[in-house]
């Protein structure tokens, strides 16, 4: 079983920062791409920011040039550095990622795991 846990959430007045972490843990083989999404009260799960086993990065519009999403593959760790924080980037933010497992008879299989959720909250 493999788990996600969130953390660096918070409050913050607008134009301030946050980075929020996600590690990884259980019997992974590989990890093939971690991402954030996040969801406002009212609205649909959105992506963010997301990062394959290559580090190439797609990121939302209203990500760009202010968030940064980066990964330790040694820690099984992405984060996501936000700045310059506005009171729209309020939500739950949660944590994906797709991962590979090694089965008995050493049989290869793909999963999906999200995170539990982090609260960020920006007041204006």
């Known amino acids: 079983q493999v788990q996600l846990v969130e953390s660096g959430g918070g409050l913050v007045q607008a134009g301030g920062s946050l980075r929020l972490s996600c590690a990884a843990s259980?019997?992974?083989?590989?990890?093939?791409?971690m991402g954030w999404h996040r969801q406002a009260p009212g609205k649909q799960r959105e992506l963010v920011a997301a990062i394959t086993s290559g580090d190439r990065t797609n990121y939302a519009d209203s990500a760009k040039g202010r968030f940064t999403i980066s990964r330790d593959k040694a820690k099984n760790t992405v984060y996501l550095q936000m700045n310059s924080l506005k009171p729209e980037d309020t939500a739950v933010y949660y944590c994906?990622?797709?991962?590979?497992?090694?089965?008995?008879?050493?049989?290869?299989?793909?999963?999906?795991?999200w995170g539990q959720g982090t609260q960020v909250t920006v007041s204006s």
């Open positions: 994906n990622a797709d991962y590979t497992i090694m089965k008995p008879g050493g049989l290869k299989a793909d999963f999906g795991s």
């Open positions: 259980g019997s992974i083989f590989s990890i093939n791409g």
